[in-house]
């Protein structure tokens, strides 16, 4: 596996480890249908939170969510909706990201952003 594919994998268990110490119900990490796929759904009492992972080794270029350009956003909305009506869903629900800057022989600096707009 790539270099950038472990560290992608190790943020994704990291930010679902912070949010079940958060008190979320982790529903699904790494859910694919199709051309959809979405990081971490999860509950936050009644809410369904979809949760968006992005990880970097550093800050040097930009911070990691600011790679949820237009087009990703996109996307994840299409997969949104697409879990949504695929799993029946009647509850509200949210759009988060975490970004993590760091390395697994580092602490890891996490920013959960809450109430994410899509489009």
Known sequence: MAAHN???????????????????????????SGHHDLDIIAKDEDTLVIIEVKT???????????????????????????YVKSHRINAPVRFDVISIVGTVSSTPDIDHIKNVTLI
């Open 56 to 82: 970097r080794r550093n800050r040097l270029f930009s911070d990691p969510e600011e790679a949820i350009d237009y087009k990703k956003r996109l996307s994840l909305q299409s997969a949104i909706n697409h």
């Open 6 to 32: 472990e560290l992608g994998k190790w943020g994704e268990a990291l930010a679902a480890e912070y949010v079940e110490k958060q008190g979320y119900e982790i529903l699904e990490r790494d859910w694919k």
